[in-house]
Each structure stands twice: as C-alpha cells, then as structure tokens.
C-alpha cells in the first residue's frame, strides 16, 4: 500500500511538474507570435503598439491581455489614408494542450479614425464589443478566423448627417497555410444609413460569400496593379440582400481591367422587380415615362420562381470601365484606386 502512496505521489508530481512547465512554454510562445504579429504587421505599412502585457490563467488557461492598443496605418507612397485603432485592452485566451485554437475580445468599447480622403473626411466609428476565434482549418492545413461585432456607430465630422449604425456585423474567414488567398462569409443585420436612399434608410439584412485568389498585399493602387497582373479574381459564390423593395441575390465572378476598374461578369436575381420600378419612379431614378419600358425589358429576364413571385435574373457585364446589360451600358464605372 505505501508503495502504491508512493507512487502516485511521484506520478502526481511528475505530473504537475510537467504541466507547470508547458504552462510557461506555452506563454512565453504566445509572446513570441505577438512578436512575429507585429513584425508582419509593420511589413503591411501598419503599427501594432500596447502599454504593457499581462500574462495569467495558471494552470487551466492561458491568458494574454494588451493594454493600451493601438493600431496605425501611417500615409506612404500611394497610400493616402490614415488609418488608426484604439483600445483599452485586447484580452486573448486559450487551452494549454489546445494553444493553437484561440479566443479575443476586446474589452469594452474601441474606436476607429479613418481619413476618407473625400467628402467625407474623417471619419470615426465606434464599435461597442468585438470578440472572436482564431483556429487551425479542420479539413485542410491552414487557418480559420471567426469575429462578430456589434453596436457599430460610423459619424463623419465634415458631413453634417446622421451617423450610420450596423446592429450586428459578422465574419468568418479561412485561409491556407500559404496565406496567399482566402474565403469569406460576411452577415449584416439591421444597417440604418445616414439618409434614405429612396429604398428607405435601413438596410435589413445583407450576406455575402465570396473567395478571393490571390490575396492583395493590401488595397493602395500599387497593390491592386500587382493583383491584377497576377490574375487576381473576386468569386461572388451568394449575394443576398434585403433592402426595401430591393429583394434579390447575385452571383459571379470580379476582376480588375489595366486601368484597375471592374471587369467581369454578376448575375442578378431580383424578386418582384415590379416592385423596386415602382420605388426606383417614386425616388426619381428613373421618369414615370420610362417605366413601362423599364418594366418591358425586366419581363424579359423574368419568370416565377419556386415561391411563385416573379423573379428577374439579369445577367450583367463589367468591361471598358462600364456596367452593362447587354448591348446597353448602364453606368460608368470608376478606378476601384487612385
């Protein structure tokens, strides 16, 4: 019996000893990835700074907490904007024998400062909670990114209006090892606009999954120029929105022509566009003349759908900086960067 005491006694401490080290093995590389972090993060033209790091959760969790945050993007070569974050403190977290599978939250509310470098000048937004996980892929190497944001308040100081608000903006995001592309799935719920649009001033709902290959180093023009030399497309697997009398989905694929504006092709599908010609005259986009022409060319497109309303899809092209419909150009398309 005693030997038996003995023993386990050894095993338990052997045990804890082990234990207790891979804790601290564990925590001090949490520290040395938020190193790595910054060090990428500066090679993308951005500034990660914090006051101090506190380290804790012995022995169940591991615990870090940034303290003073601070995220920059200073104006350089083609990049114009200023871009700045700040926060009181980030708090990430995980499991001792699961390291690699983390939690974050930001504690409290954080702010954004963003130069718009347009009629809109600068521009903050609020964000009330952020939190999310960052993991390993489960079907394939690389990583998994998930975040949910809610009460985001968007005011521009120049522009005398009403700020918009997003109730609930969520993102989930896998990338592979290689980092080098990337898919996404973007949620939005309940996005009252600074002024009503003619489709009214909320946007109820609005979701897109899209893969994007290659990944663009960022979004300056010089980025962008390289992205599309390298064939970079935008894949809209589902677009669904729901906008007033705006109810639809889209799909298609996106690129970028030499002069960096859209080239590609997006269907769209419209439910009951009889309803949005009858919005699109009352707002004054279109003249109550034109309407049944309008209404004409739609009926082309349309055919009742397994709810039985009538649904358009409208099959549009994105070429020599223009939107069209066919043969009709629709709009002018602008370079996506100056």
């Known amino acids: 019996m005693r030997l038996w005491l003995t023993v386990g006694g050894l095993v338990t401490f052997a045990v804890a000893g082990f234990a207790t080290i891979w804790w601290f093995f564990a925590i001090s590389l949490g520290e040395q990835q938020l190193v790595r972090a910054e060090k990428r993060l500066s090679e993308r033209g951005y500034e990660l700074r914090y006051q101090r790091l506190e380290q804790e959760g012995f022995p169940l969790n591991l615990v870090w907490v940034l303290h003073g945050v601070s995220l920059t993007r200073v104006p350089s070569g083609e990049v114009r904007s200023r871009l700045e974050g700040v926060a009181d403190a980030v708090r990430v977290q995980a499991r001792p024998w699961s390291p690699q599978s983390l939690q974050f939250a930001v504690v409290g509310k954080?702010?954004?400062?963003?130069?718009?470098?347009?009629?809109?000048?600068?521009?903050?937004?609020?964000?009330?909670?952020?939190?999310?996980?960052?993991?390993?892929?489960?079907?394939?190497?690389?990583?998994?990114?998930?975040?949910?944001?809610?009460?985001?308040?968007?005011?521009?100081?120049?522009?005398?209006?009403?700020?918009?608000?997003?109730?609930?903006?969520?993102?989930?995001?896998?990338?592979?090892?290689?980092?080098?592309?990337?898919?996404?799935?973007?949620?939005?719920?309940?996005?009252?606009?600074?002024?009503?649009?003619?489709?009214?001033?909320?946007?109820?709902?609005?979701?897109?999954?899209?893969?994007?290959?290659?990944?663009?180093?960022?979004?300056?023009?010089?980025?962008?120029?390289?992205?599309?030399?390298?064939?970079?497309?935008?894949?809209?697997?589902?677009?669904?929105?729901?906008?007033?009398?705006?109810?639809?989905?889209?799909?298609?694929?996106?690129?970028?022509?030499?002069?960096?504006?859209?080239?590609?092709?997006?269907?769209?599908?419209?439910?009951?566009?009889?309803?949005?010609?009858?919005?699109?005259?009352?707002?004054?986009?279109?003249?109550?003349?034109?309407?049944?022409?309008?209404?004409?060319?739609?009926?082309?497109?349309?055919?009742?759908g397994n709810s039985g309303k009538t649904e358009a899809a409208i099959p549009l092209d994105l070429r020599g900086g223009g939107l069209w419909l066919g043969p009709l150009q629709l709009a002018t398309l602008p370079p996506v960067a100056q």
Request: no cysteine; aromatic share 4%; hydrophobic share 40%.
């Open 110 to 304: 954080h702010q954004w400062l963003s130069d718009t470098q347009g009629a809109a000048g600068a521009v903050t937004t609020i964000i009330g909670s952020a939190a999310g996980e960052i993991g390993p892929r489960d079907a394939a190497p690389g990583w998994r990114l998930s975040a949910t944001l809610t009460g985001i308040e968007a005011r521009s100081e120049s522009l005398q209006t009403a700020p918009l608000t997003i109730s609930r903006l969520s993102v989930a995001g896998q990338l592979p090892l290689s980092m080098d592309a990337l898919q996404l799935q973007v949620d939005l719920t309940n996005v009252h606009l600074p002024q009503d649009t003619g489709l009214g001033s909320v946007l109820q709902s609005a979701s897109l999954n899209t893969d994007v290959q290659p990944l663009p180093h960022n979004f300056d023009a010089a980025a962008l120029r390289t992205w599309q030399g390298a064939g970079g497309k935008v894949t809209v697997n589902d677009l669904q929105i729901a906008f007033g009398s705006l109810q639809g989905s889209a799909n298609g694929a996106v690129g970028l022509d030499q002069d960096l504006r859209g080239q590609g092709s997006i269907t769209v599908r419209m439910r009951e566009p009889q309803r949005f010609v009858a919005a699109a005259t009352e707002a004054g986009w279109i003249q109550a003349k034109q309407q049944p022409l309008l209404a004409l060319g739609l009926g082309l497109f349309s055919a009742k």
